[in-house]
């Protein structure tokens, strides 16, 4: 995977060895200055192309600017940042169904302004079986409906709701926050 | 837990706060669902795009004529917490130039740009999780949103993974910034130990003689792999 064995000065070799994690920052304003490349996916072979468009939005329903919208599926990852308007727009191709799992996108969400790490959900599509997902069924039928895009006439549509009454489901993993107590 | 991981949103100290840093309405306030890691797992090639080029990593070369500015060395190792090396870690960064001046349409800065100074840079980690870069010292610069507070030097980093929960965002600053506790983004960090973790050090090694300061700055990863095993 990403990582070797520990070979270089300062390596830890057990758990009470742990390094403290260098503390996270927020993006600040003028992210898109660094991490301007903006990847698509690009249908091959078979692979239908969609694209995924809505606004992420506060806890007012207002649109959130200079904002990072990642999506990754088996077949790639794309960015989009969101402008004034808070509109993202994702070109990719629809995903492919795992053991398991339903067709969905992994998609990150971070504001340049607050956050110091990405908010984390699965978009899901409409017009796939949803119901076997293994993800899907360990939420509340209310958590699930955040989580569920619109067909629309030229793709799906999904607003991601920072905040509020009809915030988005976000997601974490186990340990995700043990390290950085 | 300390405010500043809790766990997306920065929450600033006393007087830094403005009224429209009311962070009630922008980030999350429900709990985090946790699931098991197999089922958010992202273990696509995120960098297979946009690769960076040998040379993406010299912010002093990216024009025609030499940037205005201290000309620097920063270079460092990133690693999990469990002192791992992470390889193939795309590492983009972005910064002001010497003038405190971003090339970025919503920098309100009245200072002057550098025709040969873009200020964005981008790099693969080697095996054993090191990048380098060369660029200029930056500018400090106002905070926007509060112009008694300052920006002290620093340079933005964003690591991204194979895997885009991978995602990491931090900031280097420099030693001996006298900005440094003006800063109201490093003040978002209430422990002193863990803002000294973003300070770099100087670094002769690194540095090339009579053309480049040295720094160097490590990155230790934290939350991101959830045992070792896992890997
Ligand atoms: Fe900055």
């Given at each position: 995977?990403?990582?070797?064995?520990?070979?270089?000065?300062?390596?830890?070799?057990?758990?009470?060895?742990?390094?403290?994690?260098?503390?996270?920052?927020?993006?600040?304003?003028?992210?898109?200055?660094?991490?301007?490349?903006?990847?698509?996916?690009?249908?091959?072979?078979?692979?239908?192309?969609?694209?995924?468009?809505?606004?992420?939005?506060?806890?007012?329903?207002?649109?959130?600017?200079?904002?990072?919208?990642?999506?990754?599926?088996?077949?790639?990852?794309?960015?989009?940042?969101?402008?004034?308007?808070?509109?993202?727009?994702?070109?990719?191709?629809?995903?492919?169904?795992?053991?398991?799992?339903?067709?969905?996108?992994?998609?990150?969400?971070?504001?340049?302004?607050?956050?110091?790490?990405?908010?984390?959900?699965?978009?899901?599509?409409?017009?796939?079986?949803?119901?076997?997902?293994?993800?899907?069924?360990?939420?509340?039928?209310?958590?699930?409906?955040?989580?569920?895009?619109?067909?629309?006439?030229?793709?799906?549509?999904?607003?991601?709701?920072?905040?509020?009454?009809?915030?988005?489901?976000?997601?974490?993993?186990?340990?995700?926050?043990?390290?950085?107590? | 837990?300390?405010?500043?991981?809790?766990?997306?949103?920065?929450?600033?100290?006393?007087?830094?706060?403005?009224?429209?840093?009311?962070?009630?309405?922008?980030?999350?306030?429900?709990?985090?669902?946790?699931?098991?890691?197999?089922?958010?797992d992202s273990s696509?090639?995120?960098?297979?795009?946009?690769?960076?080029?040998?040379?993406?990593?010299?912010?002093?070369?990216?024009?025609?004529?030499?940037?205005?500015?201290?000309?620097?060395?920063?270079?460092?190792?990133?690693?999990?917490?469990?002192?791992?090396?992470?390889?193939?870690?795309?590492?983009?960064?972005?910064?002001?130039?010497?003038?405190?001046?971003?090339?970025?349409?919503?920098?309100?800065?009245?200072?002057?740009?550098?025709?040969?100074?873009?200020?964005?840079?981008?790099?693969?980690?080697?095996?054993?999780?090191?990048?380098?870069?060369?660029?200029?010292?930056?500018?400090?610069?106002?905070?926007?949103?509060?112009?008694?507070?300052?920006?002290?030097?620093?340079?933005?980093?964003?690591?991204?993974g194979r895997g885009l929960t991978e995602?990491?965002?931090?900031?280097?600053?420099?030693?001996?910034?006298?900005?440094?506790?003006?800063?109201?983004?490093?003040?978002?960090?209430?422990?002193?130990?863990?803002?000294?973790?973003?300070?770099?050090?100087?670094?002769?090694?690194?540095?090339?003689?009579?053309?480049?300061?040295?720094?160097?700055?490590?990155?230790?990863?934290?939350?991101?792999?959830?045992?070792?095993?896992?890997?």
């Amino acid at each position: 995977m990403t990582t070797t064995a520990g070979d270089r000065d300062g390596a830890a070799t057990a758990s009470s060895d742990r390094l403290v994690p260098t503390p996270r920052t927020i993006l600040g304003p003028y992210f898109t200055l660094g991490m301007h490349v903006r990847p698509t996916l690009q249908p091959a072979g078979h692979q239908v192309p969609i694209t995924v468009s809505g606004r992420v939005l506060n806890a007012l329903g207002e649109p959130v600017m200079m904002t990072m919208v990642e999506t990754s599926q088996p077949e790639g990852w794309t960015r989009y940042f969101t402008g004034l308007d808070g509109a993202y727009v994702i070109t990719t191709v629809k995903p492919q169904a795992t053991p398991g799992r339903a067709p969905h996108l992994l998609l990150l969400v971070m504001s340049g302004n607050f956050m110091i790490r990405p908010a984390v959900t699965c978009l899901y599509f409409p017009d796939e079986d949803n119901d076997t997902d293994e993800l899907l069924q360990q939420l509340s039928p209310e958590q699930r409906a955040t989580m569920l895009a619109r067909r629309t006439d030229i793709g799906y549509e999904f607003d991601i709701h920072l905040a509020g009454d009809s915030e988005t489901t976000f997601l974490g993993w186990p340990g995700l926050l043990d390290d950085e107590e | 837990m300390r405010a500043y991981t809790e766990p997306w949103w920065v929450q600033l100290p006393e007087g830094f706060s403005t009224p429209e840093f009311d962070t009630e309405i922008w980030t999350p306030r429900k709990p985090l669902v946790i699931v098991p890691s197999r089922l958010i797992d992202s273990s696509a090639p995120v960098y297979g795009y946009g690769t960076p080029g040998p040379t993406d990593n010299d912010l002093l070369s990216q024009h025609d004529g030499v940037p205005m500015g201290e000309h620097i060395t920063v270079h460092g190792r990133v690693t999990d917490s469990w002192g791992r090396p992470v390889r193939d870690m795309l590492v983009e960064i972005w910064q002001a130039n010497a003038a405190g001046k971003y090339v970025h349409d919503h920098d309100p800065t009245p200072k002057p740009h550098d025709p040969h100074f873009t200020g964005a840079g981008r790099t693969l980690t080697n095996a054993h999780g090191e990048y380098t870069f060369k660029t200029i010292k930056p500018g400090a610069y106002p905070w926007w949103r509060d112009p008694e507070a300052w920006r002290a030097q620093h340079i933005h980093f964003g690591l991204t993974g194979r895997g885009l929960t991978e995602r990491y965002v931090t900031q280097m600053q420099f030693p001996g910034d006298p900005l440094l506790s003006r800063d109201p983004v490093v003040s978002t960090i209430p422990d002193a130990k863990a803002r000294e973790r973003l300070v770099a050090e100087l670094d002769w090694e690194a540095a090339i003689p009579g053309i480049t300061v040295g720094y160097r700055f490590d990155i230790v990863l934290g939350g991101v792999h959830a045992t070792p095993a896992e890997h």
